[in-house]
């Protein structure tokens, strides 16, 4: 790719969105107008920080590959960073755990959601090599919730019309500080 575009945030009601995303092979990169799959990674983690988020799927962005990237953040598994082709979780733990989650796609909107703790998962890498990965906690958390969108699933479908109503009213709130005040300091809360 020669001159480099920026990856943007598609609107939640975009149909790229709410849609599975066939499997992934690499002839689609080209159509893309990407020259591999480092190069597609890398634009997916700077977009990703860009939005302040600890996880982008590749539909989040308008783009139609079966991908995600996560992590790279210290706070996180040590920086652990993964990019993630054709993810598939082969298995969950029954023991499960209710944390609240946000969306980049979802601007401000947190929702309490309950998801295994632990996951058995395997991927396609950045370099095309197979992986499989034990995740557990807050990695676990993150590749449940990319994983939602490339089967075309958003977070908010996890919770109660009344959870999800109160959820934008709140996220209205900020937007109006925000609007109102362009100096105003909120403590960000991290997305995916």
Do not use: W
């Not at 983690?45 to 988020?53: L, N, R, S, T």
């Not at 929702?111 to 890498?125: A, F, G, N, Q, S």
């Not at 019309?161 to 403590?187: F, G, P, S, T």
């Amino acid at each position: 790719m020669t001159d480099k575009k920026e990856l943007k945030l598609i609107p939640p009601n975009d149909p790229r969105v709410l849609t599975a995303i066939a499997p992934f092979n690499d002839v689609m990169l080209k159509e893309e107008g990407f020259k591999d799959r480092k190069e597609l990674s890398d634009m997916m983690f700077d977009a990703m920080k860009k939005y302040g988020g600890i996880g982008l799927s590749a539909n989040q962005v308008g783009l139609p590959f079966n991908m995600f990237v996560m992590g790279g953040h210290l706070q996180i598994e040590n920086g652990l960073k993964m990019t993630c082709f054709n993810p598939m979780i082969i298995s969950t733990s029954e023991e499960t755990v209710l944390m609240e989650e946000g969306c980049l796609t979802f601007p401000f909107v947190f929702l309490k959601i309950t998801r295994p703790r632990k996951v058995v998962v395997k991927y396609e890498d950045e370099n095309g090599d197979l992986k499989e990965a034990h995740l557990d906690g807050m990695m676990s958390r993150i590749f449940q919730h990319e994983y939602d969108h490339m089967l075309g699933r958003v977070f908010t479908e996890r919770a109660s019309k009344m959870k999800l109503d109160r959820a934008y009213k709140k996220a209205e709130k900020i937007m109006d500080i925000l609007q109102k005040d362009k100096n105003a300091k909120l403590v960000e809360k991290p997305m995916s």
